[in-house]
């Protein structure tokens, strides 16, 4: 019985060089693999994003099983701090390394490894479907989210998704994500009066208003945390005057903040917080200040059930570890995937991730294709 190698594919996928928005020859190699396996391919490509489409069995079949997941890659960093050739795939010591080993090509090799042995060894009744896109690190607005949209005009569904992230801190099964937390960013812009520091009545400084601002944000406590989440918490990034006199009082200062909150919040009511914290200030100091707020996604929760434990099962059958249900970390392709079924991530460990000498181990590669085909298996049986 013919196999395919999770750990050839891994190896493939990491020579394609595929930093976002850069398609690289990944997709196209996965696009021959799937179609020479039975399965339907298209390329959902939106605004210079490639993503691919890929299903065997019949369309909104009631029983579809959904892969997602990503082939981009994040940049290099120094290529002079590399040991190993980042696109080279070279393999020492038991690991293969190069960027995107870990996030997130051993991933998708791994569930498409997987599913075109099982649709080829065991046809199920029902569907699976592979979304895999080219834009999840950066702005990730036209990749899952493009598939997604393409799929609602088309008629096609998924029943159920794993996204396939790195989701381990330490040990292969330790976790999986049943949610994630929201994650916006507001810049801060506040204008006073350029003057002489020697003069600070004629002049309006906005150092004071801005220090005070972020001081009420950063000691604000937004929450204690949910039944699943973690505390919400913000984080000020930076605070930016630029000015290089001692002697003049500059006229604007800038700031940044992050929050990465739970589902005690929208994003949409702690815009409004942020907002009204920053009328607050310029109303004790005189001072104007605008706010540019990004909300990169919400929080949500697929409550633990048929799918979590369908996973869970799958993964103490083959790892003996029983993986405990986490919403921690950051944004996943995920967030938008819950607004079509429901969704739970669960890959293989993260460490490396967005590293120099990202590497992963082979052992890790060749165990999570085997979890992914009894999840298949067990999916289907029921």
Not at 84 to 109: E, N
Request: with cysteine; glycine share 10%; charged share 20%.
């Amino acid at each position: 019985m013919t196999t395919t190698d999770p750990i050839e594919l891994t190896a493939a996928l990491v020579k394609c060089p595929s930093v976002t928005p850069e398609e690289g020859g990944a997709l196209v190699l996965l696009e021959k693999l799937l179609s020479d396996a039975g399965f339907a391919c298209t390329r959902v490509d939106r605004n210079g994003i490639s993503n691919l489409y890929a299903r065997w069995g019949d369309k909104g079949h009631p029983k579809t099983f959904g892969f997602n997941g990503h082939t981009d890659v994040v940049p290099l960093g120094n290529p002079d701090d590399w040991t190993m050739p980042p696109f080279g795939a070279k393999i020492k010591d038991g690991f293969l390394y190069g960027r995107g080993a870990t996030d997130m090509k051993s991933g998708v090799a791994a569930f498409a490894a997987a599913a075109v042995d099982f649709v080829r060894d065991t046809p199920p009744e029902g569907a699976v479907v592979l979304t895999i896109t080219g834009d999840e690190e950066d702005e990730a607005t036209d990749g899952t989210v493009a598939l997604l949209d393409w799929m609602e005009a088309e008629g096609e569904q998924m029943s159920v998704c794993l996204v396939g992230e790195p989701t381990a801190p330490n040990h292969m099964g330790e976790m999986m994500k049943i949610g994630r937390r929201g994650s916006m960013t507001a810049w801060f812009t506040t204008t006073g009066k350029q003057g002489h520091s020697a003069y600070p009545h004629r002049a309006l400084n906005p150092m004071p208003a801005m220090a005070r601002l972020m001081d009420r944000l950063s000691s604000h406590v937004l929450d204690t945390g949910t039944e699943h989440f973690d505390p919400s918490t913000l984080a000020v990034l930076t605070i930016d005057t630029g000015n290089p006199a001692t002697n003049v009082i500059p006229a604007v200062t800038k700031a940044c903040v992050n929050i990465r909150f739970n589902d005690t919040h929208t994003g949409a009511d702690l815009s409004d917080w942020l907002l009204a914290e920053a009328a607050k200030v310029d109303a004790e100091f005189g001072t104007t200040t605008e706010v540019k707020i990004k909300i990169s996604g919400e929080s949500f929760i697929t409550p633990p059930g048929p799918l979590s434990d369908l996973i869970s099962k799958a993964v103490a059958a083959e790892t003996g570890v029983v993986p405990e249900m986490s919403t921690t970390g950051g944004t996943s392709d995920a967030r938008f995937v819950k607004n079509h079924c429901p969704v739970v991530e669960f890959g293989l460990v993260g460490k490396t991730m967005h590293a120099v000498d990202e590497r992963v181990e082979i052992a890790q590669i060749v165990e999570l294709k085997r979890i992914y085909t009894r999840i298949l298996k067990d999916y289907f049986a029921a």
